[in-house]
Protein backbone atom coordinates (compact mmCIF):
# COMPACT_ATOMS: atom_id res chain seq x y z
CA UNK A 1 0.00 0.00 0.00
CA UNK A 2 3.37 2.48 0.96
CA UNK A 3 4.68 1.47 -2.63
CA UNK A 4 1.30 2.54 -4.21
CA UNK A 5 0.72 5.57 -2.26
CA UNK A 6 4.18 6.96 -3.14
CA UNK A 7 3.59 6.10 -6.97
CA UNK A 8 0.52 7.94 -7.20
CA UNK A 9 2.07 11.19 -5.52
CA UNK A 10 4.81 10.94 -8.11
CA UNK A 11 2.49 11.08 -11.26
CA UNK A 12 0.44 14.11 -9.51
CA UNK A 13 3.98 16.00 -9.48
CA UNK A 14 5.02 15.32 -13.15
CA UNK A 15 1.51 16.73 -14.32
CA UNK A 16 2.00 19.26 -16.99
CA UNK A 17 1.03 22.96 -16.42
CA UNK A 18 0.20 25.56 -18.92
CA UNK A 19 2.57 28.82 -18.74
CA UNK A 20 0.67 31.77 -17.35
CA UNK A 21 -0.70 34.14 -20.03
CA UNK A 22 1.74 36.49 -21.54
CA UNK A 23 2.63 40.19 -20.10
CA UNK A 24 1.67 42.90 -22.65
CA UNK A 25 0.93 46.58 -22.43
CA UNK A 26 -2.28 48.40 -23.24
CA UNK A 27 -3.00 51.63 -23.68
CA UNK A 28 -7.16 53.47 -23.88
CA UNK A 29 -6.46 55.40 -27.60
CA UNK A 30 -5.97 59.29 -27.49
CA UNK A 31 -9.52 60.86 -27.80
CA UNK A 32 -8.84 65.09 -28.84
CA UNK A 33 -9.50 67.54 -31.77
CA UNK A 34 -6.83 67.43 -33.95
CA UNK A 35 -5.60 69.42 -37.08
CA UNK A 36 -5.99 68.31 -40.48
CA UNK A 37 -3.03 68.82 -42.34
CA UNK A 38 -2.07 69.03 -46.16
CA UNK A 39 1.69 68.02 -46.71
CA UNK A 40 3.75 68.86 -50.19
CA UNK A 41 6.59 69.21 -52.11
CA UNK A 42 7.92 72.95 -52.55
CA UNK A 43 10.78 75.27 -53.10
CA UNK A 44 12.37 77.97 -51.26
CA UNK A 45 13.13 81.24 -53.48
CA UNK A 46 14.98 84.38 -51.83
CA UNK A 47 12.41 86.90 -51.80
CA UNK A 48 14.85 89.76 -52.95
CA UNK A 49 17.54 88.89 -55.62
CA UNK A 50 19.13 91.62 -57.62
CA UNK A 51 22.35 90.97 -60.09
CA UNK A 52 24.71 93.90 -60.17
CA UNK A 53 25.66 95.20 -63.78
CA UNK A 54 27.65 98.38 -65.03
CA UNK A 55 25.74 100.73 -66.14
CA UNK A 56 28.45 102.19 -68.27
CA UNK A 57 31.76 101.30 -69.99
CA UNK A 58 34.97 101.27 -68.79
CA UNK A 59 37.74 99.67 -66.83
CA UNK A 60 37.10 98.50 -63.49
CA UNK A 61 39.65 100.54 -61.33
CA UNK A 62 38.79 98.77 -58.24
CA UNK A 63 36.39 96.30 -56.15
CA UNK A 64 35.41 97.52 -52.72
CA UNK A 65 33.81 94.22 -51.60
CA UNK A 66 34.63 90.54 -50.86
CA UNK A 67 32.92 87.41 -51.51
CA UNK A 68 29.43 86.88 -49.03
CA UNK A 69 29.78 90.38 -47.52
CA UNK A 70 26.80 91.95 -46.12
CA UNK A 71 25.78 94.75 -48.26
CA UNK A 72 23.37 97.71 -47.65
CA UNK A 73 21.37 99.31 -50.53
CA UNK A 74 23.64 102.28 -51.80
CA UNK A 75 26.81 100.69 -51.00
CA UNK A 76 29.57 101.39 -53.33
CA UNK A 77 30.63 97.93 -54.66
CA UNK A 78 32.55 98.92 -57.87
CA UNK A 79 34.39 101.85 -59.03
CA UNK A 80 34.81 102.06 -63.25
CA UNK A 81 37.48 104.74 -64.47
CA UNK A 82 36.28 108.22 -64.27
CA UNK A 83 38.83 110.37 -66.79
CA UNK A 84 36.36 109.84 -69.53
CA UNK A 85 33.12 110.42 -68.02
CA UNK A 86 34.70 113.85 -66.30
CA UNK A 87 36.20 114.93 -69.37
CA UNK A 88 32.33 114.67 -71.01
CA UNK A 89 30.74 116.55 -67.80
CA UNK A 90 33.54 119.36 -69.09
CA UNK A 91 32.79 119.43 -72.43
CA UNK A 92 29.03 119.50 -71.75
CA UNK A 93 29.23 122.40 -68.60
CA UNK A 94 31.71 124.35 -71.73
CA UNK A 95 28.35 123.86 -73.61
CA UNK A 96 25.96 124.75 -71.15
CA UNK A 97 27.89 128.09 -70.72
CA UNK A 98 27.90 129.18 -74.54
CA UNK A 99 24.49 128.22 -75.17
CA UNK A 100 23.49 130.84 -72.16
CA UNK A 101 25.93 133.57 -73.91
CA UNK A 102 23.87 132.71 -76.94
CA UNK A 103 20.88 133.37 -75.20
CA UNK A 104 21.80 136.51 -73.73
CA UNK A 105 23.10 137.65 -77.31
CA UNK A 106 19.24 136.74 -78.67
CA UNK A 107 17.53 138.21 -75.68
CA UNK A 108 19.29 141.44 -76.66
CA UNK A 109 18.46 141.23 -80.06
CA UNK A 110 15.13 140.72 -79.40
CA UNK A 111 14.89 143.62 -77.08
CA UNK A 112 16.17 145.99 -79.23
CA UNK A 113 13.68 144.59 -82.03
CA UNK A 114 11.40 145.36 -79.69
CA UNK A 115 12.42 148.98 -79.67
CA UNK A 116 12.18 149.06 -83.54
CA UNK A 117 8.80 148.10 -84.10
CA UNK A 118 7.51 150.11 -81.54
CA UNK A 119 9.53 153.34 -82.91
CA UNK A 120 8.45 152.08 -86.56
CA UNK A 121 4.74 152.00 -85.54
CA UNK A 122 4.76 155.59 -84.11
CA UNK A 123 6.13 156.85 -87.26
CA UNK A 124 3.85 155.12 -88.96
CA UNK A 125 0.71 156.02 -87.11
CA UNK A 126 2.03 159.84 -87.67
CA UNK A 127 2.40 159.28 -91.56
CA UNK A 128 -1.13 158.03 -91.39
CA UNK A 129 -2.96 160.70 -89.73
CA UNK A 130 -0.90 163.59 -91.90
CA UNK A 131 -1.76 161.67 -95.17
CA UNK A 132 -5.13 161.29 -94.45
CA UNK A 133 -5.02 165.35 -93.84
CA UNK A 134 -3.19 165.67 -97.04
CA UNK A 135 0.06 166.86 -95.22
CA UNK A 136 2.62 164.15 -96.18
CA UNK A 137 3.36 162.74 -99.12
CA UNK A 138 2.15 159.17 -100.30
CA UNK A 139 6.14 157.96 -100.70
CA UNK A 140 6.59 159.22 -97.56
CA UNK A 141 3.68 156.94 -96.15
CA UNK A 142 4.50 153.57 -97.82
CA UNK A 143 8.05 154.07 -96.23
CA UNK A 144 6.86 154.81 -92.91
CA UNK A 145 4.58 151.43 -93.74
CA UNK A 146 7.45 149.07 -95.05
CA UNK A 147 9.55 150.31 -91.85
CA UNK A 148 7.06 149.54 -90.13
CA UNK A 149 6.32 146.07 -91.68
CA UNK A 150 10.49 145.62 -91.85
CA UNK A 151 10.51 146.03 -88.17
CA UNK A 152 7.98 143.35 -87.19
CA UNK A 153 9.45 140.77 -89.67
CA UNK A 154 13.00 141.28 -87.67
CA UNK A 155 11.00 140.85 -84.20
CA UNK A 156 9.79 137.54 -85.79
CA UNK A 157 13.02 136.33 -86.55
CA UNK A 158 14.36 137.69 -82.98
CA UNK A 159 11.65 135.76 -81.14
CA UNK A 160 12.80 132.69 -83.15
CA UNK A 161 16.51 133.02 -82.63
CA UNK A 162 15.70 133.69 -79.15
CA UNK A 163 13.65 130.22 -78.89
CA UNK A 164 16.57 128.20 -80.92
CA UNK A 165 19.21 129.28 -78.82
CA UNK A 166 16.54 128.67 -75.72
CA UNK A 167 16.10 125.07 -76.84
CA UNK A 168 19.68 124.88 -77.38
CA UNK A 169 20.47 125.75 -73.73
CA UNK A 170 17.91 122.80 -72.52
CA UNK A 171 19.87 120.12 -74.84
CA UNK A 172 22.70 121.37 -73.54
CA UNK A 173 21.59 121.01 -69.84
CA UNK A 174 20.33 117.56 -70.92
CA UNK A 175 23.66 116.44 -71.91
CA UNK A 176 25.17 118.17 -69.00
CA UNK A 177 22.88 116.23 -66.80
CA UNK A 178 24.00 113.07 -68.63
CA UNK A 179 27.15 113.34 -68.46
CA UNK A 180 27.09 114.00 -64.74
CA UNK A 181 24.26 110.91 -64.76
CA UNK A 182 27.29 108.84 -66.52
CA UNK A 183 29.71 110.16 -64.66
CA UNK A 184 27.78 108.64 -61.27
CA UNK A 185 27.51 105.28 -62.69
CA UNK A 186 31.61 104.59 -62.54
CA UNK A 187 30.65 104.03 -58.93
CA UNK A 188 28.27 101.04 -59.24
CA UNK A 189 26.08 100.54 -56.14
CA UNK A 190 23.73 97.74 -53.97
CA UNK A 191 20.67 98.00 -55.56
CA UNK A 192 19.48 96.26 -52.33
CA UNK A 193 20.59 94.97 -49.27
CA UNK A 194 21.98 91.76 -48.76
CA UNK A 195 24.81 88.96 -49.00
CA UNK A 196 26.82 89.49 -52.37
CA UNK A 197 27.99 86.82 -54.36
CA UNK A 198 31.65 86.57 -56.03
CA UNK A 199 32.25 89.13 -58.54
CA UNK A 200 32.36 87.65 -61.90
CA UNK A 201 34.64 90.58 -63.62
CA UNK A 202 38.12 90.99 -62.03
CA UNK A 203 39.49 94.72 -61.51
CA UNK A 204 41.33 95.78 -64.78
CA UNK A 205 38.94 94.26 -67.23
CA UNK A 206 36.79 96.05 -69.42
CA UNK A 207 33.14 96.43 -69.19
CA UNK A 208 30.21 97.50 -71.03
CA UNK A 209 26.68 99.12 -70.11
CA UNK A 210 25.48 95.68 -68.76
CA UNK A 211 27.55 93.77 -67.70
CA UNK A 212 26.78 91.33 -64.79
CA UNK A 213 29.38 91.78 -62.32
CA UNK A 214 28.37 90.15 -59.16
CA UNK A 215 24.49 89.50 -57.45
CA UNK A 216 23.02 89.86 -54.35
CA UNK A 217 20.35 87.97 -52.48
CA UNK A 218 18.52 88.87 -49.34
CA UNK A 219 18.35 85.48 -47.45
CA UNK A 220 15.70 87.06 -44.60
CA UNK A 221 12.56 86.06 -44.90
CA UNK A 222 12.43 83.50 -47.41
CA UNK A 223 9.69 82.49 -49.49
CA UNK A 224 8.27 78.33 -50.37
CA UNK A 225 6.44 77.66 -53.59
CA UNK A 226 4.87 74.48 -53.44
CA UNK A 227 1.20 73.58 -55.17
CA UNK A 228 -1.69 71.66 -54.11
CA UNK A 229 -4.73 69.36 -55.79
CA UNK A 230 -7.84 71.39 -56.72
CA UNK A 231 -9.42 68.98 -54.38
CA UNK A 232 -7.10 70.21 -51.45
CA UNK A 233 -7.70 73.76 -52.47
CA UNK A 234 -11.91 73.43 -52.25
CA UNK A 235 -11.34 71.79 -48.68
CA UNK A 236 -9.44 74.29 -47.21
CA UNK A 237 -12.27 76.57 -48.89
CA UNK A 238 -14.94 74.94 -47.34
CA UNK A 239 -12.81 74.77 -43.93
CA UNK A 240 -13.03 78.08 -43.65
CA UNK A 241 -16.97 78.79 -44.45
CA UNK A 242 -19.84 78.27 -41.76
CA UNK A 243 -23.27 77.12 -43.19
CA UNK A 244 -24.12 80.05 -44.75
CA UNK A 245 -21.18 80.44 -46.63
CA UNK A 246 -19.65 82.79 -45.10
CA UNK A 247 -16.26 82.96 -43.10
CA UNK A 248 -16.94 81.69 -39.83
CA UNK A 249 -15.60 83.76 -37.23
CA UNK A 250 -12.96 82.12 -35.72
CA UNK A 251 -11.08 81.98 -39.17
CA UNK A 252 -7.95 84.18 -39.96
CA UNK A 253 -7.35 85.80 -43.23
CA UNK A 254 -6.06 83.25 -45.72
CA UNK A 255 -2.66 85.15 -45.53
CA UNK A 256 -2.44 84.64 -41.86
CA UNK A 257 -2.38 81.04 -41.86
CA UNK A 258 -0.04 78.95 -40.62
CA UNK A 259 2.66 77.21 -42.68
CA UNK A 260 5.11 74.38 -41.38
CA UNK A 261 8.21 73.33 -43.03
CA UNK A 262 11.14 70.90 -42.80
CA UNK A 263 14.17 70.16 -44.49
CA UNK A 264 15.31 66.98 -46.21
CA UNK A 265 17.66 66.62 -43.22
CA UNK A 266 15.13 67.53 -40.75
CA UNK A 267 12.58 64.74 -39.16
CA UNK A 268 10.27 67.81 -37.52
CA UNK A 269 8.98 70.55 -39.30
CA UNK A 270 11.05 72.77 -37.39
CA UNK A 271 9.95 76.11 -39.40
CA UNK A 272 6.85 77.98 -38.89
CA UNK A 273 5.69 80.76 -41.39
CA UNK A 274 2.88 82.16 -43.16
CA UNK A 275 0.91 81.48 -46.19
CA UNK A 276 1.47 84.60 -48.65
CA UNK A 277 0.36 84.46 -51.63
CA UNK A 278 -1.85 81.94 -53.90
CA UNK A 279 -1.98 82.35 -57.41
CA UNK A 280 -4.32 84.64 -58.70
CA UNK A 281 -5.16 83.04 -61.96
CA UNK A 282 -6.69 79.87 -60.19
CA UNK A 283 -6.37 76.28 -60.65
CA UNK A 284 -3.83 75.17 -63.52
CA UNK A 285 -5.90 72.97 -65.85
CA UNK A 286 -3.11 71.26 -67.42
CA UNK A 287 -1.84 69.81 -63.97
CA UNK A 288 -5.16 70.41 -61.81
CA UNK A 289 -3.02 72.55 -59.15
CA UNK A 290 -3.04 75.35 -57.14
CA UNK A 291 0.35 77.53 -56.68
CA UNK A 292 0.99 78.71 -53.39
CA UNK A 293 3.58 80.85 -51.55
CA UNK A 294 4.51 81.11 -47.61
CA UNK A 295 7.20 83.50 -46.42
CA UNK A 296 9.33 82.29 -43.24
CA UNK A 297 11.67 84.38 -41.43
CA UNK A 298 15.42 83.49 -41.94
CA UNK A 299 17.27 85.44 -39.14
CA UNK A 300 19.65 82.44 -38.61
CA UNK A 301 20.07 82.11 -42.34
CA UNK A 302 19.32 78.41 -42.17
CA UNK A 303 16.91 77.98 -45.35
CA UNK A 304 18.69 78.56 -48.13
CA UNK A 305 16.97 79.92 -51.94
CA UNK A 306 16.47 76.42 -54.53
CA UNK A 307 16.23 73.61 -51.51
CA UNK A 308 13.31 71.33 -52.31
CA UNK A 309 11.68 71.31 -48.90
CA UNK A 310 8.12 70.11 -47.31
CA UNK A 311 5.53 72.02 -46.07
CA UNK A 312 2.67 71.58 -44.18
CA UNK A 313 -0.60 73.10 -44.27
CA UNK A 314 -3.79 73.07 -42.26
CA UNK A 315 -6.96 72.82 -43.86
CA UNK A 316 -9.94 72.54 -40.79
CA UNK A 317 -10.05 70.31 -37.80
CA UNK A 318 -10.98 66.53 -36.84
CA UNK A 319 -13.16 66.65 -33.78
CA UNK A 320 -13.17 63.89 -31.18
CA UNK A 321 -10.35 62.22 -33.22
CA UNK A 322 -9.33 58.68 -32.14
CA UNK A 323 -4.99 58.70 -32.01
CA UNK A 324 -3.18 55.28 -31.02
CA UNK A 325 0.98 55.03 -31.08
CA UNK A 326 1.81 54.29 -35.12
CA UNK A 327 4.24 50.97 -33.48
CA UNK A 328 0.65 49.27 -32.05
CA UNK A 329 -0.60 49.45 -35.89
CA UNK A 330 0.27 45.94 -37.41
CA UNK A 331 0.24 45.17 -41.75
CA UNK A 332 -0.28 42.46 -43.41
CA UNK A 333 -1.77 41.05 -46.69
CA UNK A 334 -5.31 41.94 -45.30
CA UNK A 335 -4.35 45.81 -44.32
CA UNK A 336 -3.73 47.26 -41.21
CA UNK A 337 -4.93 45.89 -37.54
CA UNK A 338 -4.24 45.95 -34.39
CA UNK A 339 -4.65 43.81 -30.90
CA UNK A 340 -7.44 44.35 -28.57
CA UNK A 341 -7.36 42.98 -25.08
CA UNK A 342 -11.68 42.49 -24.43
CA UNK A 343 -13.19 42.43 -21.39
CA UNK A 344 -11.68 38.90 -20.06
CA UNK A 345 -8.41 39.93 -20.86
CA UNK A 346 -8.21 37.68 -24.21
CA UNK A 347 -6.86 39.30 -27.62
CA UNK A 348 -8.41 40.35 -30.48
CA UNK A 349 -8.01 41.21 -34.11
CA UNK A 350 -9.43 44.39 -35.46
CA UNK A 351 -8.97 45.66 -38.72
CA UNK A 352 -8.28 49.85 -38.75
CA UNK A 353 -8.48 52.64 -41.09
CA UNK A 354 -6.06 55.50 -40.26
CA UNK A 355 -6.06 58.65 -41.65
CA UNK A 356 -3.16 61.61 -40.60
CA UNK A 357 -0.31 60.92 -38.69
CA UNK A 358 1.10 63.38 -35.97
CA UNK A 359 4.89 62.25 -34.80
CA UNK A 360 4.70 59.15 -33.54
CA UNK A 361 0.43 59.03 -33.15
CA UNK A 362 -1.87 58.56 -35.90
CA UNK A 363 -5.58 58.69 -36.14
CA UNK A 364 -7.68 55.78 -36.43
CA UNK A 365 -11.02 56.33 -38.68
CA UNK A 366 -12.59 52.77 -38.17
CA UNK A 367 -11.69 49.59 -36.26
CA UNK A 368 -11.30 51.24 -32.68
CA UNK A 369 -13.18 52.90 -30.01
CA UNK A 370 -12.33 55.02 -27.22
CA UNK A 371 -12.89 52.30 -24.85
CA UNK A 372 -10.77 49.85 -26.54
CA UNK A 373 -7.51 48.56 -25.04
CA UNK A 374 -4.58 48.68 -27.64
CA UNK A 375 -1.62 46.27 -26.90
CA UNK A 376 0.99 48.48 -27.45
CA UNK A 377 4.24 46.73 -25.94
CA UNK A 378 4.28 42.37 -26.21
CA UNK A 379 2.67 42.48 -29.91
CA UNK A 380 4.86 39.26 -30.28
CA UNK A 381 3.62 37.30 -27.25
CA UNK A 382 -0.02 37.98 -28.45
CA UNK A 383 -2.42 35.76 -30.08
CA UNK A 384 -5.93 36.16 -31.19
CA UNK A 385 -8.23 34.34 -29.12
CA UNK A 386 -5.68 34.09 -26.43
CA UNK A 387 -5.53 35.47 -23.10
CA UNK A 388 -3.09 37.61 -21.60
CA UNK A 389 -2.00 39.86 -18.98
CA UNK A 390 -2.25 43.18 -19.21
CA UNK A 391 -0.62 46.22 -17.74
CA UNK A 392 -2.91 49.33 -18.62
CA UNK A 393 -0.82 53.19 -19.04
CA UNK A 394 -2.27 56.45 -20.05
CA UNK A 395 -1.08 58.06 -23.37
CA UNK A 396 -0.01 61.72 -23.48
CA UNK A 397 -2.45 64.04 -25.97
CA UNK A 398 -0.67 65.43 -29.00
CA UNK A 399 0.45 68.48 -28.65
CA UNK A 400 -0.90 70.28 -31.13
CA UNK A 401 0.44 73.87 -32.82
CA UNK A 402 -1.02 77.17 -31.05
CA UNK A 403 -3.20 79.33 -33.25
CA UNK A 404 -1.14 82.13 -31.93
CA UNK A 405 2.07 80.75 -32.95
CA UNK A 406 4.11 83.81 -34.22
CA UNK A 407 3.97 83.58 -38.38
CA UNK A 408 7.59 83.72 -39.71
CA UNK A 409 10.20 82.24 -37.23
CA UNK A 410 12.95 79.97 -37.54
CA UNK A 411 13.51 78.66 -34.11
CA UNK A 412 14.89 75.27 -33.67
CA UNK A 413 12.63 72.45 -33.66
CA UNK A 414 12.10 72.35 -29.53
CA UNK A 415 10.72 75.57 -29.82
CA UNK A 416 9.02 76.18 -33.19
CA UNK A 417 5.64 75.24 -32.12
CA UNK A 418 5.71 73.15 -35.15
CA UNK A 419 3.05 69.82 -35.12
CA UNK A 420 5.31 67.22 -34.59
CA UNK A 421 3.77 65.63 -31.89
CA UNK A 422 6.71 63.92 -30.97
CA UNK A 423 8.03 65.12 -27.23
CA UNK A 424 4.98 63.29 -25.74
CA UNK A 425 4.51 60.06 -28.30
CA UNK A 426 8.00 59.58 -27.13
CA UNK A 427 6.95 59.76 -23.28
CA UNK A 428 4.28 57.54 -23.73
CA UNK A 429 6.85 55.02 -25.24
CA UNK A 430 8.95 55.29 -22.29
CA UNK A 431 5.91 54.71 -19.80
CA UNK A 432 5.61 51.53 -22.52
CA UNK A 433 9.03 50.59 -22.04
CA UNK A 434 8.80 50.45 -18.03
CA UNK A 435 5.45 48.78 -17.95
CA UNK A 436 6.64 46.25 -19.90
Same mark, same amino acid.
Given at each position: ????????????????????????????? /?????????E???????V????????????????????A???????????????????????A????????????????????????????????E?????????????????????????????????????T???????K??A???????????????????GQ????? /???????E???????????????A??????R?A???????L????????DE????D????L???????F????????????G?DQ??G????????????????????????????????A????E???I???????V????????????????????G?MV?????????????????????????????EI???? /???????????SD?????????????????????N?D??
Amino acid at each position: MLIVAAAGCQQTDDEYKPPPPPKVTVARP /VVQTVTRFIEENGETEAVERAEVRARVRGFLETIEFTPAQTVQEGDVLYRIERAEYEAAVAAADAALGAADAAIAVAEAADRNAAVEVKRSELEFERQKALFEKDATTRSDFERATANRDAALAAKNASEANLTAARADRDKAQAQLDQAKLDLSYTEVVAPISGQITRTL /VKKGNLVESGTHLATIVAPDPIYANFSISDRDALQIQSSRLNEDGELRDDEVELTDIPVYLRRESDSEFRFTGNLDYFDQEGVDQATGTLGLRAIFGNAKHLLLPGLFVRVRLPVGKITDAILIPEKAIIRDQTGKYVLIVDGEDNVERSLIQTGPQYGEMVVVEEGVDPSDRVILEGLQRARPGSPVTPTEITLSP /VDMPSAETEPASDAASDDSGAPSGGADASAAAASNSDAS
